[in-house]
């Protein structure tokens, strides 16, 4: 029978690759700036200022290409939950710091998204506003997790991010559009191979207490959820539209990143992580 390690051992085993990925993933972002993608010349003000008002006759982006940055928005807008979330069990050395750069890139993305929404008149700002006080009211929370755990549902979640972001870059809406959501997802999919690293190295160290952790967030995993003014849930809403089908989550989502972690050629498991396996052989490919 395996060992189990506690999740300090884990942590504290852990923060060398932690360091090194760190460094690495600093060294492959890019440094974009969020107001590089914003139109200034197109703005002008609102009635308080002495202007006019948002009218429905004034956004030019599709229905769906403002659904999918209006949902968009509001998960990044509701940072400081999953920034709480993730921050509670990475508090030491080199995590926190990852807590850190992590934090700053999502907030970088609703700093674009929401300038760019209320700048060009895309949505009803006022009704965004709305939406994002009382998504940030409700707030976000998951029960509590080990470690393992924390790091394959960032993978996950990370990578589905990246693909729902991919999917509104091919709606070719205009090119700032897409400028923005391939910059965003190019952030997530590079956010979702820092998280899968710590997994393959949290793998190596434990093999069936990390097995399964995955299985289980594999077998509970959710994007976050967005409700919309008129009631609509923007899970739902994106999944019609083909922006984010999570009905395809095991093809996209889970089977490239268990192929990654070698979950089904393995040879280091012991019981409990057969289990897990056996638990996850409908994702095995060929």
């Known amino acids: 029978m395996q060992t189990l390690l ?10 060398p690759v932690v360091e090194d990925n760190l460094r690495r993933h ?3 972002a890019d440094g974009w700036q969020p107001q590089d993608y914003v139109p200034w010349d197109d703005g002008r003000n609102f009635a308080f200022l002495g202007g006019k008002d948002w009218e429905p006759a004034q956004s030019e982006l599709g229905e769906v290409a403002k659904l999918a940055l209006s949902v968009g928005v509001l998960i990044a807008d509701n940072l400081p939950s999953y920034h709480r979330e993730i921050g509670r069990y990475l508090r030491i050395g ?11 890139e999502e907030n970088r993305h609703s700093i674009m998204l929401r300038n760019y929404l ?17 998504h940030m009211t409700t707030g976000f929370r998951r029960p509590a997790l080990h470690l393992p755990d924390v790091l394959a549902v960032g993978a996950f979640e990370e990578r589905a991010s990246a693909i729902r ?24 999919e590079l956010q979702s191979e820092f998280f899968a690293d710590l997994v393959a190295a949290t ?23 967005v409700t919309l003014a008129d009631g609509r849930s923007g899970t739902e809403v994106l999944a019609a539209a083909g922006i984010y089908d999570p009905a395809r989550e ?5 089977t490239p ?15 409990e992580g057969e289990q897990a396996r056996a638990e996850l052989a409908h994702l095995a490919v060929g």
């Open 6 to 15: 506690t999740d300090r051992e884990l942590l504290e085993s852990l923060a």
């Open 26 to 28: 600093i060294a492959a």
């Open 94 to 104: 080199p995590w926190w710091r990852w807590v850190g750069r992590w934090t700053a």
């Open 118 to 134: 209320t700048l060009t008149r895309a949505v009803d700002p006022v009704e965004l506003e709305r939406m994002r006080m009382a």
């Open 165 to 188: 972001h991919r999917n509104t870059a091919a709606l070719r809406e205009n090119a700032i559009v897409t400028a923005m959501s391939d910059r965003i997802a190019a952030d997530d």
């Open 203 to 225: 793998l190596t160290l434990t093999p069936d207490q990390t097995l399964r952790a995955i299985a289980d967030q594999v077998a509970t995993f959710a994007v976050p959820e």
């Open 250 to 254: 095991a093809e996209l989502v889970f």
């Open 257 to 271: 990143l268990l192929a990654r972690w070698e979950v089904f050629t393995r040879t280091d498991l012991g019981a």
